[in-house]
Each structure stands twice: as structure tokens, then as C-alpha cells.
């Protein structure tokens, strides 16, 4: 059984700039959520996709976007970073509604200079 | 309020002690909930889903009160690999979606 898989794992990027984050789902799994964890924090929700559709969006300005692909990979835009985006950034997969726990993958370590 | 609370921590314990992590949360529409563990730089991990009549697991146990929206785990017999991060973790819908909301987690350090 493949697990979550994220791509890069480590990027570093300038203020303003644009980044596409990448993750490929567990086997089995068809929904697709992604987090911020800040240092020192609990990681926050950003956004669900579901069906190639986003199925949920956390307290995130629209400059966070992502996509789901038919094969239930994913992607994490944000664009015009700024220095507060420095974080990682988590991809989890689940069955849809996530009664039997989620899968992380093990994340991309953004910082944003 | 914050929707998921924990202890502050952190917690420095003694190996075989047993240590308790208690963690409470605002929204009555949760409907499950899990502890999860990370280490250090790493993902999180779940480490045990919470049901409302108590379950176990080895040295770990978790329980739930919905009517008091509490969450609990205990370790038992602390080994120096237990040391962590402990994120308690309800699951609860949002708009036509299921969301995680973790808490800010609690550090456990079990010293030789």
C-alpha cells in the first residue's frame, strides 16, 4: 500500500513569488486535504477536495487555491507569498469523511525570504 | 475560545511514569475524534482513534465524555520513545466537508 506522497520537500522561495505544492494520495483514498502547520502550532485547515472539487476551505485568503486530478492527486497554490506562508505544509488523504483517520504525508518545509 | 484545547505542557516525566493529557473542544457537531502523534520536524501520525465507551491500546488509553466535549489519554509505563507531541483531533463537518481541527499539542519529554 503506497502512503501519501509530497513534493519538494523542502523550498525556499521570495516574498511576492508564486509556488505549486504536490501530493499523491494514499491507495484507496479519494479525498484530499491540505494544512498549514506555523511553527510551534497545531497544523490549520486549509481547504478539501473531493471529486475534483474543493469540498471545504479553512480561514484562508483566496490566494491559497488548489486542484484535485483524477486520480486523486493534488495541488497547493499560493500565490504572492508572503513571509507568514513560511511553513509546513501538510497533504493528508482519507476515504471520504475521514471516519477511519487520516494519512499525512510528511510534508514541504516552505520558507519564505 | 479556541476550538480544540490542550494542555499547554510541556510535560518532562520520568521513565515508566504515567503521564495524562487532557484536551477539550467547543464544537457539539464533532463526531470523531483521534489523538495523533508527530515527532520533531515530522508528519503527524495518528495514534489512536477515541470512542465514547473508552478504548485501549496497549499502554494508551483514550476516553471521551461528548456530554463534558472532553478528551483524555493516558499513557502508562512511559518509554523514552513516547516522547513527542501529542495533538488531540476532532473531525467535524464544515461546509460539505469533514475538517480535522487540531489542537496546539502538547510536548511530552520522557527523561532516562
Known amino acids: 500500500e503506497t502512503g501519501v506522497t509530497q513534493s519538494p520537500t523542502h523550498l525556499i522561495k521570495t516574498r511576492g513569488q508564486q509556488v505549486t505544492l504536490r501530493c499523491s494520495s494514499q491507495s484507496g483514498h479519494n479525498t484530499v486535504s491540505w494544512y498549514q502547520q506555523a511553527l510551534g502550532q497545531g497544523p490549520q485547515f486549509i481547504f478539501q477536495?473531493?471529486?475534483?472539487?474543493?469540498?471545504g476551505r479553512g480561514n484562508f485568503p483566496p490566494r491559497f487555491s488548489g486542484l484535485q486530478f483524477p486520480n486523486y492527486s493534488s495541488e497547493l497554490n499560493v500565490n504572492a507569498l508572503e513571509l507568514d506562508d513560511s511553513a509546513l505544509y501538510l497533504c493528508?488523504?482519507?476515504?471520504?469523511?475521514?471516519?477511519?483517520?487520516?494519512?499525512f504525508g510528511s510534508g514541504t518545509r516552505l520558507t519564505v525570504v | 475560545r479556541k476550538e480544540v484545547e490542550q494542555d499547554p505542557g510541556p510535560f518532562n516525566v520520568p521513565e515508566g511514569a504515567t503521564v495524562a493529557f487532557n484536551c477539550t473542544y467547543s464544537?457539539?457537531?464533532?463526531?470523531?475524534f483521534f489523538w495523533y502523534r508527530q515527532d520533531c520536524r515530522k508528519e503527524p501520525k495518528l495514534l489512536m482513534s477515541?470512542?465514547?465507551s473508552g478504548n485501549e491500546d496497549g499502554r494508551f488509553t483514550a476516553q471521551l465524555n461528548r456530554a463534558s466535549q472532553y478528551i483524555s489519554l493516558l499513557i502508562r509505563d512511559s518509554k523514552l520513545s513516547d516522547s513527542a507531541t501529542y495533538l488531540c483531533?476532532?473531525?467535524?463537518?464544515?461546509?460539505?466537508?469533514?475538517?480535522?481541527?487540531f489542537g496546539k499539542g502538547t510536548k511530552l519529554s520522557v527523561i532516562p
Open positions: 477536495y473531493y471529486r475534483e472539487e474543493e469540498n
Open positions: 477515541v470512542y465514547s
Open positions: 483531533v476532532v473531525n467535524k463537518p464544515g461546509a460539505g466537508s469533514y475538517q480535522l481541527t
Open positions: 464544537n457539539s457537531a464533532s463526531q470523531s
Open positions: 493528508a488523504s482519507s476515504v471520504r469523511g475521514g471516519s477511519y483517520g487520516y494519512t
